[in-house]
């Protein structure tokens, strides 16, 4: 008997001391990037359904409260990348890959552009996650295909706007413009507030917002301090 | 076979080739950008490096064994080509950021300290200094579209001062002031005096009694060399936005009747020497088109800043002949050696390509661009630019190009003399490789 009980303190004792760490907390640290350490703030949290949201604030690249994205959590491992800022067009997002070391610190390795930079973290709190803004739906007569033109730097840019709704969920936006190439930028916000829609890449820091007045979404084209009027028009032959 | 005959005919052809000479900027008053010299096609080792107290972005010119050029420590220096021994040094108050030029003895460049200066070549002692209206970067209200957008800022890519060219008893020079000046060797004396609208700081060339240079202004200049008056001007890309996409700071190429110049507008402009009309141009989408061109039998040699491309286009008619996609921009201006070209890059690079074919034969890469401090690079030596410039405000945009130049940026054109090739960084060194 004394021998059943022996066995299973131990059993209880390995559960105990196998089960992983919830990574839930605000975390802070730093990345060490060859001359630009960088201060990390990264808050890990779940939401309703159990799945994980973070937001991450970094400000040597003023990055604040940007998404994290596909965070994940295997043992004592978590994963998770920056959403949309820190990777050009094509190339994969910057990531963290992490190891829970004890109920408050994390270390691992940091990978951005192909270079890779030790972290570590401590949990100084509760986690703070900055959701990011809630999307719409557009109103019915916005949806479709839009085109305009805008020119900056002393050349043309082509802008085509494609909103799609489903249902009550957000709207999906394509985004593209065309300049020196063809940007097909990620938007992260669709907002619509009667005939008012505003849309942002936070990629590319570039946002767009406009009314729908007469059929036309007269609106500005936004990027940095630089403010330039930007109507789009349905393509020629389309009336949507 | 008796090899000492071989010996002898080898020594005695040896002792006939011409002593290298490259006296200022792209070589001579015209600006080919070719050089003397034969360029190696692989790369051995690095023969020697000559650090300064700043960033070198001069060029290297060289006389009678001697090269000459400046540092953005405030010196201009003369060193021994064979032992990169230094020979003398002249303090200015400024940076150096121009390439000398050597001619009477004498060597004559211009300083931050808007002064320009004419310095014995034996021991660097003035023989006389000449005072402009004073030196200064471009600048712009919310310039390249940064914050706050109503403050004038100063322009980090504006690297370079005007090289000058020296011809008969004249040296000709632009200025931060916005002058093309033309001065008397002997005196420093100014013969003439052109007025632009805005700074200018790309080299002029000198053809036909002629002088050619571009301004910051958005026009080209050409100027009679004797009277200062112009002949005609041409008006390139203007950008009142952003003011990134307006300027000269190209230095132009003439060769056969035609002028050849990069613009800020994105441009490669072939314009008519006598009249200033376009005879053609090759836009870059919106890639400024700093590199001076280099013209050699029929072919012009060039690269694009942020689009990072190497051409090589037919000089009649703008048809692209070769085009290579490097890794960084390209500022530097190419030097065309044998059947080599040679171009440094922003990324601390510098590229040696086929002259044919434009494929990289060698690349140098410098020790701080190894070491890759900030991750100012990719792991593929491009830059990171989603992290290096994930700023807007102007201060911090200013720290990030401080970051980006110290891996040690080459935006000095090469010089190939001997079988080495010199070129500077701006990690604050000279280098001799081969």
Known sequence: MRFLTAIAVFVLCEVAANAAPSPAGRWQGIVQIPGLPLHATIDLDQDRSGAWIGSIIVPELAIKNIALTGIALHVDTLTFAIKGVLAEQGEPPAAFEARLDSSDTMSGTFTQAGNHAPFALRRIGMAQVDLPARNTPVAKP?????????????YPRQVTVTFTNHGNDPASVE???????????????VQRDGDFVRIESHEFGINWEGHLRGGELAGTYE?????????????????? | MNPLPMIALALAAAAAQPAPVQPMFRGGPNHTGVQAGTAPRTFHRVRWTFPTGGRVVSSPVLLDGVIYFGSNDGNVYAVDADSG????????GGPVAATPAVAGGVVYVGSYDGRFYALDTKSGATRWKFRTGGERRFEGKGLHGLQPRTQTIADDYDLFLSSPVVAGTTVYFGSGDGNVYALDTASGEPRWKFTTGDVVHASPALADGTVYVGSWDSFFYAIDAATGKERWRFHGGEDAIAHNQVGFQSSPAVVDGVVYTGCRDANLYALDAKTGVEKWKLYHNGSWVITSPAVADGQIYYATSDSAQYNVVDAATGKSLVQQQGNAWM???PAVAGDVVLIGAANGSLEA???ASGELLWEFQTEAAKQNAAWVLTARHTFNNSMAFRVQWQDARTSAVQRTFAIGSIFSSPLV???SVYFGSTDGNLYAVE
């Open chain 1, 142 to 154: 916005m949806e479709g295909k839009w085109v305009g033109e805008y020119e900056l730097a002393g």
């Open chain 1, 175 to 189: 985004f593209v413009i065309v300049g020196k190439k063809v940007n097909n930028l990620p938007v992260d916000v």
């Open chain 1, 223 to 240: 990027q940095g301090p630089v403010e330039l009027p930007l109507v789009l028009k349905r393509p020629q032959g389309e009336s949507k």
């Open chain 2, 85 to 92: 021994r230094q020979l003398w040094s002249h303090a200015t």
């Open chain 2, 331 to 333: 500022f530097s201006s």
């Open chain 2, 353 to 355: 390509r086929d002259r």
């Open chain 2, 417 to 419: 003399a001997g079988g």
